[in-house]
C-alpha cells in the first residue's frame, strides 16, 4: 500500500461522537464539516479497503500493518455496504453528527433555569450538542478552509510531505540526524529519548446500560439487551468501526487494549520500549478519544502523559528509515496533537492547557513563517513549487484558525469573556468570505451568544444584527430568515423571558430541521415557563417514540426527566421506561446520569 493511503486523521474530535451533555453555543457552525489536512480525509467519500492487522510488532520488520479505514461517514445514506468504509483515515468517524465549529462550550454554557422550589434543574440549550467536549482537534476548519481536490494532494508525496511537516526540537532534530547517518540497525537511544506508552486501565470496561437495567428492572430484561461487544466483532480495525458506529464505545476502548498489545504497548507495558507505526498511534488516539469521550479523563490523563509534547525522534518517520524509507515529517497526527493540548482542561489543569495550545500554535506560526520566507515547513531550504506552497500556507493556516478555536472555548470555559470575544473579533477581521457566508455569520453569532451568557442583551442584539445583516451573493433582500437567526432570535427571547415569543422561533427552527434535539429542547422549556408543562411532556415523548435512535439524547432526557419529577409521583417508573428504551437502542456509550436514577429507587 502506498504511503498516501496512512492519512492522519485530521477530523474534528468535536465530530466523532453521536452524544454527550455537554452543550456550546455555536450552533450555527454545526451545520459544516470542515475540512480535514487532505481530501483523503474527506469522510463523505466511501472506498473499499481491505484489512487485517494479524501480526505482532516484533514480526514487522520493515512492512507496516495496512491500515483499514475504518470509520464511516457522516451520512448514514452513503454507507452501501459493510465492505465499504471510509476514505478518511483510522478515526474518521467516531461519530456521525454534524458538529460545531467551536465546541467548548460546556453545559455551563445551557441556560440552567433553577426550579428550587422542587430541588431541580431544567436546561434551555444553546446548541445540540452531539459533540464531544470542547477538545480537540476540535474543528474541521480545514474541511470548509482547504478544499482541494483528492487527486492533487493525497496521491502525490508532495501531500504527504505537506501534512506530516512539523518542527522538531533542536535536541530531536539531532538524535533523527545521527539516526540517518548510522548504520543500519546500529542507533540506539537512551529511554529519556523514547516515547513508551502502556495502557493504564487493566480491567475491560463494563456496559453500564446492562448493569443499570439488571439493577432497576431486573435480570430478565437485561438479558433481552442486545449489544455488540469485543468478542463480537473482527479483532482489527474494521471490529472496531463496527463497535463505534454502534456507540459501543466501552467495548471499543477494550478492543483497542488488545490491539495496542500486538505493538507492546498494553497493559503493564508504560515505560518499556517498542516500535511506533502510523498504525499504533492511531489506535492510540482512538483509544484516548473514546476515554475523553466517556468522561473518563483521569485514566485518558494517565494514559496520555507518555506522549506529551509528541517531539520524541521515535515520533518521527526518519527515526525508522527501514520502514518508512526516508519519509520525512512526523507520524502524530495534527489532531492528536490538538487533542493531547486540551486534555489537561478534563484534569482541572486549565493554566496547562493555555501553555500547551500556545506552544503549538507558536510552532505552526513558525511554519507559517517559514513558508513565507521562500523556506519549507521546517526551515530547511528545500525548493516548493508556488502552487504547492500556497497549498502549504492554505493548510497551515487552518491548522492555524483551529488551535484559536480551541482556545476560545478554553477561555469561555475558564470565564475568560474578554479573550474568547477577543480572538472571535480577530477571526473575523482575517477572515475570507471565501470560506462562506455561514462561517462568517457564525463567527459574529458566536460573539451574540457570549453576551447573552454574560446578561448583556444590548450587546448581543448588536451581534446579531450584524449576523443578520451579511448576506451570500445569492440571498436577496427578502430571503427567508435561515435557521442561525432562528435560533439567535429564539435565545435572545429566552434570555428577556419572553417565553412565548422564543416558542414561535424554536418552532419554525424545528420546520427547517425537524430532528434538531437542542431546538425540541427549548421548545419544552418555553412550554413549561409558559405554564404548560402537560405539553412539554408530550413535546419530548413524541420525539423519542418517533425516532428514538436520535432521540434518546442525553440533554433530552436529562430534561424529560426532570419535567417526571415535577409532574407526578409516576417519575420512578417512567424512567425506567426510558432505560428501557435506552437498553433497546442505545449502546454502551450514554451516561445514565440524565436518567437522575437514584439508589432507592
Given at each position: 500500500?502506498?504511503?498516501?493511503?496512512?492519512?492522519?486523521?485530521?477530523?474534528?474530535?468535536?465530530?466523532?461522537?453521536?452524544?454527550?451533555?455537554?452543550?456550546?453555543?455555536?450552533?450555527?457552525?454545526?451545520?459544516?464539516?470542515?475540512?480535514?489536512?487532505?481530501?483523503?480525509?474527506?469522510?463523505?467519500?466511501?472506498?473499499?479497503?481491505?484489512?487485517?492487522?494479524?501480526?505482532?510488532?516484533?514480526?514487522?520488520?520493515?512492512?507496516?500493518?495496512?491500515?483499514?479505514?475504518?470509520?464511516?461517514?457522516?451520512?448514514?445514506?452513503?454507507?452501501?455496504?459493510?465492505?465499504?468504509?471510509?476514505?478518511?483515515?483510522?478515526?474518521?468517524?467516531?461519530?456521525?453528527?454534524?458538529?460545531?465549529?467551536?465546541?467548548?462550550?460546556?453545559?455551563?454554557?445551557?441556560?440552567?433555569?433553577?426550579?428550587?422550589?422542587?430541588?431541580?434543574?431544567?436546561?434551555?440549550?444553546?446548541?445540540?450538542?452531539?459533540?464531544?467536549?470542547?477538545?480537540?482537534?476540535?474543528?474541521?476548519?480545514?474541511?470548509?478552509?482547504?478544499?482541494?481536490?483528492?487527486?492533487?494532494?493525497?496521491?502525490?508525496?508532495?501531500?504527504?510531505?505537506?501534512?506530516?511537516?512539523?518542527?522538531?526540537?533542536?535536541?530531536?532534530?539531532?538524535?533523527?540526524?545521527?539516526?540517518?547517518?548510522?548504520?543500519?540497525?546500529?542507533?540506539?537511544?537512551?529511554?529519556?529519548?523514547?516515547?513508551?506508552?502502556?495502557?493504564?486501565?487493566?480491567?475491560?470496561?463494563?456496559?453500564?446500560?446492562?448493569?443499570?437495567?439488571?439493577?432497576?428492572?431486573?435480570?430478565?430484561?437485561?438479558?433481552?439487551?442486545k449489544v455488540l461487544t469485543f468478542n463480537d466483532v473482527t479483532q482489527d480495525e474494521r471490529g472496531l468501526r463496527e463497535l463505534i458506529q454502534a456507540?459501543c464505545y466501552r467495548a471499543a476502548v477494550n478492543l483497542t487494549s488488545r490491539l495496542l498489545t500486538m505493538y507492546g504497548q498494553g497493559v503493564g507495558?508504560?515505560?518499556?520500549?517498542?516500535?511506533?507505526?502510523?498504525?499504533?498511534?492511531?489506535?492510540?488516539?482512538?483509544?484516548?478519544?473514546?476515554?475523553?469521550?466517556?468522561?473518563?479523563?483521569?485514566?485518558?490523563?494517565?494514559?496520555?502523559?507518555?506522549?506529551?509534547?509528541?517531539?520524541?525522534?521515535?515520533?518521527?518517520?526518519?527515526?525508522?528509515?527501514?520502514?518508512?524509507?526516508?519519509?520525512?515529517?512526523?507520524?502524530?497526527?495534527?489532531?492528536?496533537?490538538?487533542?493531547?493540548?486540551?486534555?489537561?482542561?478534563?484534569?482541572?489543569?486549565?493554566?496547562?492547557?493555555?501553555?500547551?495550545?500556545?506552544?503549538?500554535?507558536?510552532?505552526?506560526?513558525?511554519?507559517?513563517?517559514?513558508?513565507?520566507?521562500?523556506?519549507?515547513?521546517?526551515?530547511?531550504?528545500?525548493?516548493?513549487?508556488?502552487?504547492?506552497?500556497?497549498?502549504?500556507?492554505?493548510?497551515?493556516?487552518?491548522?492555524?484558525?483551529?488551535?484559536?478555536?480551541?482556545?476560545?472555548?478554553?477561555?469561555?470555559?475558564?470565564?475568560?469573556?474578554?479573550?474568547?470575544?477577543?480572538?472571535?473579533?480577530?477571526?473575523?477581521?482575517?477572515?475570507?468570505?471565501?470560506?462562506?457566508?455561514?462561517?462568517?455569520?457564525?463567527?459574529?453569532?458566536?460573539?451574540?451568544?457570549?453576551?447573552?451568557?454574560?446578561?448583556?442583551?444590548?450587546?448581543?442584539?448588536?451581534?446579531?444584527?450584524?449576523?443578520?445583516?451579511?448576506?451570500?451573493?445569492?440571498?436577496?433582500?427578502?430571503?427567508?430568515?435561515?435557521?442561525?437567526?432562528?435560533?439567535?432570535?429564539?435565545?435572545?427571547?429566552?434570555?428577556?423571558?419572553?417565553?412565548?415569543?422564543?416558542?414561535?422561533?424554536?418552532?419554525?427552527?424545528?420546520?427547517?430541521?425537524?430532528?434538531?434535539?437542542?431546538?425540541?429542547?427549548?421548545?419544552?422549556?418555553?412550554?413549561?415557563?409558559?405554564?404548560?408543562?402537560?405539553?412539554?411532556?408530550?413535546?419530548?415523548?413524541?420525539?423519542?417514540?418517533t425516532n428514538p435512535t436520535v432521540g434518546l439524547h442525553e440533554s433530552l432526557l436529562l430534561n424529560l426527566c426532570t419535567l417526571y419529577e415535577l409532574?407526578?409521583?409516576?417519575?420512578?417508573?417512567?424512567?425506567?421506561?426510558?432505560?428501557?428504551?435506552?437498553?433497546?437502542?442505545?449502546?454502551?456509550?450514554?451516561?445514565?446520569?440524565?436518567?437522575?436514577?437514584?439508589?432507592?429507587?
Amino acid at each position: 500500500m502506498e504511503t498516501s493511503q496512512f492519512e492522519e486523521n485530521e477530523k474534528s474530535l468535536n465530530t466523532y461522537f453521536k452524544d454527550s451533555t455537554n452543550s456550546d453555543i455555536f450552533d450555527q457552525i454545526s451545520k459544516h464539516n470542515f475540512m480535514n489536512d487532505s481530501a483523503n480525509n474527506n469522510d463523505e467519500v466511501i472506498k473499499n479497503v481491505e484489512t487485517v492487522v494479524d501480526q505482532p510488532v516484533d514480526n514487522m520488520s520493515t512492512k507496516e500493518p495496512i491500515i483499514c479505514r475504518i470509520f464511516a461517514p457522516c451520512n448514514d445514506s452513503s454507507i452501501e455496504s459493510s465492505k465499504k468504509v471510509s476514505e478518511g483515515t483510522f478515526f474518521d468517524m467516531i461519530g456521525t453528527s454534524d458538529k460545531s465549529l467551536i465546541t467548548a462550550l460546556s453545559s455551563d454554557y445551557n441556560s440552567q433555569i433553577k426550579l428550587s422550589s422542587h430541588n431541580a434543574n431544567f436546561s434551555a440549550e444553546f446548541q445540540n450538542d452531539d459533540s464531544l467536549y470542547s477538545l480537540s482537534a476540535d474543528i474541521d476548519s480545514e474541511k470548509y478552509f482547504y478544499n482541494v481536490s483528492a487527486g492533487n494532494l493525497l496521491n502525490t508525496s508532495e501531500g504527504d510531505r505537506r501534512r506530516d511537516a512539523w518542527i522538531p526540537s533542536y535536541r530531536t532534530r539531532q538524535a533523527l540526524l545521527a539516526a540517518a547517518g548510522a548504520p543500519s540497525g546500529t542507533f540506539t537511544l537512551d529511554k529519556d529519548f523514547l516515547t513508551m506508552p502502556g495502557v493504564v486501565l487493566q480491567e475491560d470496561m463494563v456496559d453500564n446500560v446492562y448493569e443499570a437495567v439488571n439493577h432497576y428492572v431486573d435480570g430478565v430484561e437485561a438479558a433481552q439487551r442486545k449489544v455488540l461487544t469485543f468478542n463480537d466483532v473482527t479483532q482489527d480495525e474494521r471490529g472496531l468501526r463496527e463497535l463505534i458506529q454502534a456507540e459501543c464505545y466501552r467495548a471499543a476502548v477494550n478492543l483497542t487494549s488488545r490491539l495496542l498489545t500486538m505493538y507492546g504497548q498494553g497493559v503493564g507495558r508504560a515505560g518499556y520500549s517498542s516500535q511506533h507505526t502510523l498504525h499504533s498511534i492511531q489506535l492510540w488516539f482512538t483509544r484516548i478519544s473514546l476515554l475523553v469521550k466517556l468522561r473518563s479523563w483521569s485514566i485518558a490523563w494517565a494514559e496520555s502523559e507518555p506522549w506529551w509534547d509528541l517531539d520524541k525522534p521515535d515520533l518521527y518517520f526518519q527515526f525508522y528509515s527501514e520502514l518508512y524509507g526516508g519519509r520525512p515529517g512526523t507520524i502524530v497526527p495534527f489532531s492528536f496533537r490538538l487533542l493531547l493540548a486540551e486534555l489537561p482542561q478534563y484534569v482541572h489543569k486549565p493554566q496547562e492547557a493555555f501553555k500547551r495550545l500556545f506552544s503549538t500554535l507558536s510552532v505552526v506560526r513558525k511554519i507559517l513563517q517559514n513558508l513565507n520566507n521562500a523556506l519549507s515547513e521546517d526551515g530547511s531550504h528545500i525548493e516548493l513549487k508556488d502552487q504547492d506552497r500556497e497549498e502549504s500556507i492554505k493548510l497551515w493556516k487552518c491548522r492555524e484558525t483551529r488551535i484559536l478555536h480551541s482556545v476560545i472555548n478554553l477561555a469561555f470555559q475558564q470565564k475568560d469573556y474578554k479573550l474568547s470575544i477577543d480572538i472571535l473579533q480577530q477571526l473575523i477581521k482575517n477572515c475570507d468570505h471565501e470560506y462562506g457566508v455561514y462561517y462568517y455569520k457564525a463567527l459574529i453569532s458566536a460573539i451574540g451568544r457570549i453576551y447573552l451568557q454574560l446578561g448583556d442583551l444590548n450587546s448581543a442584539k448588536v451581534w446579531f444584527s450584524k449576523s443578520r445583516s451579511f448576506k451570500s451573493n445569492n440571498q436577496g433582500k427578502n430571503s427567508n430568515v435561515d435557521f442561525q437567526e432562528l435560533i439567535n432570535d429564539g435565545l435572545l427571547a429566552l434570555s428577556d423571558n419572553n417565553y412565548d415569543k422564543a416558542y414561535t422561533y424554536f418552532q419554525k427552527a424545528s420546520i427547517k430541521d425537524p430532528t434538531n434535539i437542542m431546538v425540541k429542547n427549548n421548545m419544552a422549556v418555553c412550554l413549561l415557563y409558559c405554564g404548560k408543562q402537560k405539553e412539554a411532556v408530550n413535546l419530548l415523548e413524541t420525539v423519542l417514540s418517533t425516532n428514538p435512535t436520535v432521540g434518546l439524547h442525553e440533554s433530552l432526557l436529562l430534561n424529560l426527566c426532570t419535567l417526571y419529577e415535577l409532574e407526578s409521583s409516576s417519575a420512578k417508573e417512567n424512567k425506567k421506561t426510558i432505560l428501557k428504551m435506552v437498553s433497546k437502542y442505545k449502546g454502551d456509550a450514554i451516561s445514565l446520569h440524565c436518567l437522575k436514577l437514584q439508589e432507592k429507587e
